[in-house]
């Protein structure tokens, strides 16, 4: 069967060859008989039809060039493209394999350090066991087993192996004594109680003891030089000192540091420094307040400032060796605020940020930026070129791009900052600069020397001369702190003789004080009851539906004498903070001046007092007060003559009064229209109130007052302004004339005095008229304009 089919597919493939060959000959045939026919046809074409298809054969292959040349220009540019991107790939991959050959590095000098101080623990724990004579744990070899049983042991040591030492110098002190006099047999018996309580006592305190048996411990004790007396005024100290370094912020900090120089910081040193270490871990925002404490204690005690500078840096190191990065946080903010108290010198800052950005990593960067955010203010002032430097570093590491994006926008922030000087992050906050430049002490530490952080000092000590040593600190306090506490022994000391006059004099003082206190009124000056009285009277005027209901509602109000004023106030006030006019306010102020005249008096100051600051008001709120006053004139609700606080005059008008006025009086004209407008204006009572208005006293503030009312559309209440303009030469005239006639008279002897002032006056009299015919003149041409 596979036979037949293969030779069924030869057979096949045969015929299909055959088909396809003579497909190719007609094929073949057809096309040469097509290009017979087109060179045939060819000879019957004009020269024209020849020339025409010979450009259409050049143009063919023109753009079967151009199409070739940008096919090949294409694919030049593609490959291009692609050997870029391998090259991009490679770059890609090499940084890759450097960045991760850097972590191995890292981490195996991270497992050999580890592996050093394995090493060294055994070594010691053996030492020990060899000492002791503890085979408890020798079988074991292996390393886990070994790492738990030196940190088991080294804990219980930790606590335990100082008390041991003293426990043991106690009893034998206490057997010494019971052998020695039975006179003394109450003495030792205490000894032994409180070594029994002491007994208890680790590193941290043990047995919590309460403040009034721990006073009664020790005055029970006699003998002040005593081990047991010692131990028990270290532990106060301690107490003290934590609880003083706790309770400090920056409010308080002034008051705290008289109590801490009160301790004996010689003797609590490392008390002092630990207690600081372990708040400013615990709380790192309280950073600055204990570093101006510090800086405060160093310029007394400068050993406990060195000590606690060389612990930080310490454990600065400790830190970035373990990767530790909450605890090198932490050191590293507390450096920084040492060193803007300038407690620490620059130097130091600089070869932190040396060490963080030697070989940078997104925490050791991260770090880096965070401290020179904290230091940078002051840094560029001590040490501008180093900080430039720091600087050129970061531009480096941004440049490079091995970090993570989050890490590139710090440093790009770190970048802003530098630019705006540091603003928002100052070196030392006001309230905690406390010391003088001149005071200060500032210790030089390097990171690269070795530092002793003197350890022991943190755990008790019996002290042979505890006694002296207590006196002369009592001294350098008294010189610390000046003689406030023999000031106060003898205050105490003096009251006493003088309690019995003091007893004499009080009967009078307090018949006295009585008649002060029937005399003495409370003023309230915090305004609280004028608040509440606006909050209630904008409340009701908001909440109430038409001004009826607003103004039954603000009638209930009980006002006292003299706030009468502040419900206009309030009034005009929600009237002007409106979008637009509401004539609710205008009905609601008019009902007011309606029924009582103390609140039309009230309105009349709110108008010259809004008139007087008009230039400090918005257009809008501009807007809505001139159409309120409007409205009040307009139904009148308040009386005209108020208008004689307006002077319409180019030098006594701004931009804003002239807008004020025009609102005012286009609102008066809408609501009582032009001709009853102008019968109110000509009202021969009230002239008088406006004369400021309309004035008469010079022609240019005439004019002005016209061409004013004529450009906002009301020039016809200016009739009787314009007469009297034009009969102005007439007038003035009439009034020289008598005035010549009675010179001519009195003045008939002094003829060249009197020519003078005649001459004055004709030139006075032609030049007004002359000025009158100017405006006319220029009126006839803007008309025919």
């Not at 049983?149 to 110098?169: A, I, P, S, W």
């Not at 906002?712 to 009034?735: H, V």
């Not at 020519?755 to 009158?772: H, L, N, T």
Request: aromatic share 6%; charged share 40%.
């Amino acid at each position: 069967m596979g036979r037949k089919n293969s030779s069924e597919s030869e057979d096949d493939s045969k015929d299909r060859r055959d088909k396809h060959r003579h497909s190719s000959k007609r094929d073949t045939e057809a096309n040469g008989d097509r290009r017979h026919r087109r060179h045939g046809d060819e000879s019957e074409l004009s020269d024209s039809d020849k020339k025409n298809r010979s450009r259409r054969h050049e143009r063919r292959d023109e753009k079967d060039v151009r199409g070739r040349d940008r096919r090949q220009e294409k694919e030049h540019r593609e490959r291009k493209e692609r050997v870029r991107s391998s090259d991009e790939d490679d770059r890609r991959v090499e940084r890759e394999r450097g960045r991760r050959d850097k972590v191995k590095t890292h981490q195996r000098e991270r497992l050999d350090s580890q592996d050093e101080d394995d090493r060294e623990g055994h070594k010691r724990s053996e030492q020990r066991r060899e000492r002791t004579g503890d085979d408890e744990h020798r079988g074991y070899r292996n390393d886990h087993d070994r790492r738990y049983l030196k940190d088991r042991r080294g804990k219980k040591e930790g606590e335990h192996r100082e008390d041991r030492v003293f426990q043991e110098k106690e009893k034998e002190e206490g057997e010494v004594r019971e052998d020695n006099s039975k006179s003394q047999k109450q003495s030792t018996l205490q000894g032994s109680s409180l070594n029994a309580d002491v007994s208890n006592w680790g590193r941290s305190g043990g047995v919590y003891i309460p403040p009034f048996k721990l006073a009664r411990m020790m005055k029970e004790v006699q003998d002040k030089s005593s081990i047991e007396y010692q131990r028990l005024t270290w532990d106060a100290l301690r107490k003290s000192i934590n609880g003083l370094v706790n309770k400090v912020n920056a409010t308080n900090i002034k008051n705290i540091i008289p109590e801490l120089f009160g301790e004996n910081l010689i003797r609590g040193r490392g008390l002092f420094c630990r207690s600081c270490m372990k708040s400013q871990m615990a709380s790192p925002g309280f950073t600055d307040v204990f570093a101006a404490l510090v800086a405060v204690v160093n310029t007394k005690f400068p050993e406990v400032g060195e000590l606690l500078m060389r612990r930080i840096v310490l454990q600065f190191k400790r830190a970035y060796k373990r990767n530790d990065k909450h605890q090198l946080l932490a050191a590293v903010k507390f450096i920084a605020h040492l060193v803007n108290q300038q407690v620490a010198h620059e130097i130091i800052a600089l070869e932190l940020l040396a060490l963080m950005l030697e070989n940078p990593t997104d925490d050791s960067v991260e770090v880096a930026v965070g401290f020179v955010k904290e230091c940078g203010s002051i840094l560029q002032d001590l040490s501008p070129k180093g900080l430039h430097g720091i600087f050129e570093r970061f531009r480096g590491i941004l440049h490079e791009g091995e970090i993570d994006k989050r890490v590139q926008f710090l440093i790009e922030g770190l970048f802003a900052i530098r630019k705006a000087k540091f603003q928002g992050h100052p070196a030392v906050r006001p309230e905690l600069d406390l010391v003088e430049q001149e005071d200060q002490l500032t210790h030089e530490i390097s990171l690269e020397e070795k530092i002793d952080p003197e350890i022991t000092l943190d755990i008790f000590k019996p002290d042979p001369q505890f006694l002296e040593s207590e006196k002369r600190y009592e001294e350098l306090k008294k010189t610390i702190l000046g003689e406030e506490s023999e000031d106060e022994a003898g205050s105490d000391a003096g009251s006493d003789d003088e309690d019995e006059d003091e007893d004499d004099d009080e009967d009078d003082d307090e018949d006295d004080d009585e008649e002060d206190e029937q005399q003495m009124k409370i003023k309230d000056e915090t305004e609280t009851n004028l608040v509440n009285l606006r909050r209630t009277i904008y409340l009701t005027i908001m909440s109430s539906i038409d001004f009826e209901e607003a103004g039954h509602k603000l009638l209930k109000i009980k006002l006292e004498p003299g706030q009468e004023m502040e419900l206009c106030i309030m009034l005009l006030e929600c009237c002007s903070q409106e979008r637009t006019y509401l004539r609710y306010y205008g009905l609601l102020g008019q009902r007011f001046c309606m029924i009582n005249k103390v609140h039309q008096e009230n309105f009349e100051k709110c108008f010259v007092q809004q008139y007087s600051m008009i230039h400090r008001l918005e257009t809008n709120k501009l807007r809505n007060v001139a159409k309120f006053f409007a409205h009040l004139l307009g139904t009148d609700a308040l009386p005209w003559h108020v208008l004689a606080y307006i002077r319409l005059t180019e030098e006594d008008t701004t931009s804003s009064s002239r807008i004020f006025i025009k609102i005012l009086f286009q609102e008066l004209s809408e609501h009582l229209g032009i001709r009853l407008l102008n019968e109110r204006l000509t009202d021969p009572s009230m002239q008088d109130s406006f004369e400021s208005i309309f004035p008469k006293d010079n022609p240019k503030n005439t004019r002005f007052s016209i061409n004013f009312f004529t450009s906002i559309g009301l020039g016809g209440i200016t009739e009787n302004l314009r007469e009297y303009l034009k009969n102005m030469p007439r007038l003035i005239m009439q009034q020289q004339k008598p005035v010549s006639e009675s010179d001519d008279e009195s003045e008939s002897g002094s003829g060249s005095s009197g020519s003078d002032s005649s001459g004055s006056e004709s030139e006075s009299e032609q030049s007004s008229p002359s000025e009158s015919e100017r405006d006319e003149r220029h009126k006839k041409r803007r008309r025919r304009g």
